[in-house]
C-alpha cells in the first residue's frame, strides 16, 4: 500500500504523512498533478481538484456524502431549515442564508445577504446545486472522524467562529454516536463530519471528505484510518459504500 500525496502539503497531511511513516505504510508526494506511468499508489489525501485527475488514473475510489444530505437530515440533527437548489434559484433570495457547495468550494461558504450576492451566470452554471440554510451561530465546533458506524476520532476547531484547536469532548461524541444511530447509513463508511452547539443543543453543521479534510488536532493514526478507507482501491469498495462513490468531473473542496 502507498500513501499519495499533493504538491503542497497542509499541516494534517504532514502530519497524516508522518503517521503512514510510522506505521510503515509508504508515501509518494507528486510535484504536479501529473501522474508517472510507473506510479502505483493505493491511497490518497489531497483536496477534490488533485484527486479528480489522479484518483482514476490510479484506481482509487474516493468515499464522500451525498450532495443533498445535510438537506435530509431531520431537523432535530440540523437544528435549522437546510435546502438544495440550484444556484438559480437562490438568486431570488430576499433574506440572510449562509450557502456553500456541497461537497466543493466551487461556491464559497459564506453568509450571503441576498441572492444577488452570489455568483452570477456569467461565472457559474445555473443548474449548480447549492446548500441554503438559515444562519446560525455555533458556539463551538468539532470535527468527527466517522469509521464502520463509530467516532473514531475527532478535534474541537472552533469557539464562536473563530479558530480554537483542542481535544474532543464527551458530548461532541455522544452526539456524533447518536447521529450514527438514527442516520449512520444515510453515509458512507468512512467520513468527516462536523458539529456543534446552538444555543447549547447539538446540531451537525456539514459532512465533508475524510480524504480532503483537516484534522485539526484529532489523532493522526486514527484519523488515516478513516482517510485510507476513504480513498482506497476500487477493488476493495463494499456493496454498501457504492453509492457513496464520488464521480470526478461530474462534482467540479480542505
Known amino acids: 500500500m502507498t500513501l499519495l500525496l499533493p504538491p503542497r502539503l497542509t499541516a494534517s497531511a504532514q502530519a497524516l504523512r508522518d503517521a503512514a511513516r510510522h506505521c510503515g505504510l509508504p508515501t509518494v508526494q507528486l510535484p504536479t498533478f501529473a501522474v508517472p506511468a510507473e506510479l502505483r499508489a493505493d491511497h490518497l489525501h489531497a483536496g477534490p481538484s488533485f484527486a479528480d485527475v489522479v484518483a482514476p488514473a490510479l484506481n482509487i475510489s474516493l468515499l464522500q456524502a451525498p ?32 450557502i456553500k457547495s456541497p461537497n466543493d468550494k466551487g461556491i464559497p461558504a459564506l453568509i450571503y445577504s441576498d441572492g444577488s450576492r452570489l455568483p452570477g451566470p456569467d461565472a457559474v452554471d445555473p443548474q449548480t ?12 465546533e468539532y470535527r468527527l472522524y466517522l469509521l464502520n458506524g463509530e467516532v473514531h476520532t475527532g478535534s474541537q ?43 447549547g443543543t447539538w446540531s451537525v453543521i456539514e459532512a465533508n471528505a475524510a480524504w480532503a479534510s483537516g484534522m485539526y488536532r484529532a489523532d493522526p493514526q486514527r484519523a488515516l484510518d478513516v482517510v485510507l478507507q476513504a480513498a482506497g482501491p476500487a477493488d476493495a469498495v463494499t456493496p454498501r459504500d457504492q453509492r457513496f462513490l464520488r464521480v470526478p468531473g461530474l462534482l467540479a473542496e480542505e
Open 157 to 199: 476547531y472552533a469557539l464562536r467562529g473563530r479558530l480554537s484547536l483542542g481535544p474532543l469532548n464527551k458530548e461532541a461524541a455522544a452526539f456524533g454516536a447518536e447521529l450514527l444511530a438514527e442516520c449512520g447509513d444515510t453515509l458512507p463508511s468512512a467520513i468527516v463530519v462536523d458539529v456543534g452547539t446552538v444555543n
Open 67 to 98: 450532495e443533498d444530505w445535510l438537506a435530509r437530515l431531520p431537523r432535530m440533527f440540523t437544528g435549522r431549515e437546510i435546502a438544495l437548489a440550484p444556484i438559480r434559484e437562490a438568486y431570488s433570495l430576499c433574506r440572510p442564508a449562509f
Open 129 to 140: 446545486p447549492v446548500l441554503i440554510s438559515d444562519v446560525v451561530e455555533f458556539a463551538a
